[in-house]
């Protein structure tokens, strides 16, 4: 008897290499349609809520399982077409095919999904907290300032692109849609010249080739190009010629370099940057401050938004001009400088060394002075200021996705700031630390999610807790 109820309970209503018709009930976090069938969950990337599918499972597991999209049967009023003809095979975007509209809709709800389940805010689900509707853009295409794509062999040729989704395949690429043109050109020059001069594309098995990866960043509001070209070592053959010819084709450039990395590893840029040609930065501002970026500096790819974002986190600062603020993860002090200028003074701290010394010059380039960057890490920084006597008033985090270190949280906590703004690019982590901001006395106000990442399932937030 035992043994045939465990043989009962094994059983699965679906089988590998099988085909089958499933509703589609509702989108992963990472874009992929959750299907049923009699019960059983199935992920299958391409297929939308409110679908009936044609499908295979290609995995099946105890509770769950994977399948490969065959045909929509009862399409989605929300499907559209992507404009990009690689978008199905690149792993770059993952909702172009859902009308801009709803992902916006979809946005906010992972955000108030992720405040409900992991937060454990249940007055999100009532809607008592003012999770207001994302703020999405009037153009969702060609926002990004910054890409890096990599570099490989086909056939003979030199081929760049983004990998296919799950692999590090790479997908040759003439034109990607949710970045900058001039980013289309320098890679188009890039592969061309390169194959020309006999320039060797790394080949990540064999760990052989000198070009890696074209790393481009655009000032959207100066107009000034960077390429790095990322190398498998110091050498770079016919390193003139290719500058000549970037130069030449995109005279919008102003710095090109060259960046080492011989690492057998998934880090994209190397501890060695050298200058080719032109300025070690270009010059961007969000807003009226402005910022000089280098080939390794933090600045938010989508400047467009960021101003949206950094306004909103002002707001919820809600300064007067008496207030202390700190600003811990500063970076190059993207938001620290936005503040300072409503702010009596703002201290910033980040624990990359070069990001201080980039975020003290640009400090200078725009004439502030009420504030005082640190290097190290926030929870050991923090109570050193306080036994300074700084008391902030107001404390701004920007985390990385792995959210706030618990420690610094408890520091927050202990400092008593009147206001916490928090801004975050993963609602799980921002839920989970909510929780414990809420647990030592802040209460959550309103979050507001804005699209940074259109075409993605990227959500970015901002929210305000205050004390009491």
Not at 72 to 100: A, K, M, N, T, W
Not at 304 to 327: F, M, R
């Amino acid at each position: 008897m035992t043994r045939k109820n465990k043989v009962r309970r094994t059983e699965l209503p679906v089988r590998e290499g099988a085909s089958y018709e499933c509703e589609v009930v509702g989108l992963t976090h990472d874009g992929a349609g959750v299907a049923q069938f009699e019960g059983y969950t199935l992920f299958v990337a391409g297929a939308l809520p409110n679908e009936r599918v044609r499908l295979r499972v290609t995995k099946a597991k105890k509770s769950y399982g994977f399948a490969a999209l065959q045909e929509v049967v009862r399409p989605s009023s929300e499907r559209v077409l992507p404009p990009c003809s690689i978008f199905e095979r690149c792993g770059g975007c993952q909702l172009q095919h859902l009308d801009y509209a709803a992902q916006l809709q979809w946005k906010r709800q992972t955000v108030v999904d992720s405040l409900a389940r992991i937060g454990k805010l249940s007055e999100v689900q009532a809607e008592a907290y003012a999770i207001h509707g994302t703020i999405g853009m009037d153009e969702p295409w060609r926002y990004r300032n910054k890409v890096q794509v990599p570099v490989a062999s086909r056939s003979a040729r030199v081929i760049a692109g983004f990998y296919a989704r799950g692999t590090h395949d790479v997908i040759d690429m003439e034109t990607c849609h949710i970045q900058h043109e001039w980013a289309d050109q320098v890679v188009a020059v890039v592969k061309q010249v390169a194959e020309r001069l006999g320039i060797a594309a790394y080949d990540e098995q064999t760990h052989s080739g000198c070009l890696r990866q074209v790393m481009v960043r655009v000032g959207f509001s100066s107009g000034q190009l960077m390429v790095v070209l990322v190398t498998n070592g110091r050498e770079l053959p016919k390193a003139e010629a290719l500058v000549a010819e970037i130069r030449e084709q995109l005279p919008q450039t102003v710095s090109i370099l060259q960046n080492i990395n011989n690492e057998r590893s998934n880090v994209i840029l190397g501890k060695v940057t050298n200058l080719l040609w032109g300025e070690e930065v270009i010059v961007d501002a969000i807003g009226d401050v402005q910022f000089a970026i280098s080939a390794r500096s933090f600045y938010q790819v989508n400047p467009v938004q960021t101003h949206v974002l950094y306004e909103k986190a002002l707001a919820y600062a809600g300064l007067s001009g008496e207030e202390t603020v700190i600003d811990a993860y500063c970076g190059i002090g993207t938001i620290t400088l936005f503040l300072a200028r409503l702010a009596k003074r703002v201290y910033g701290v980040e624990v990359v060394e070069e990001a201080i010394v980039d975020a003290r010059r640009n400090a200078a380039l725009n004439g502030i002075e009420n504030v005082e960057f640190e290097v190290g890490e926030a929870e050991h920084v923090m109570p050193a200021w306080r036994e300074r006597g700084v008391n902030a008033d107001v404390v701004v985090v920007d985390p990385p996705r792995k959210g706030c270190d618990e420690r610094l949280l408890l520091t927050m906590a202990a400092m008593k700031p009147q206001r916490i703004v928090y801004v975050s690019c993963n609602p799980a982590t921002l839920a989970r630390d909510v929780r414990v901001l809420v647990e030592r006395g802040y209460r959550l106000v309103e979050v507001q999610p804005v699209d940074m990442f259109p075409q993605t399932t990227h959500v970015e937030c901002v929210a305000l807790l205050e004390r009491g």
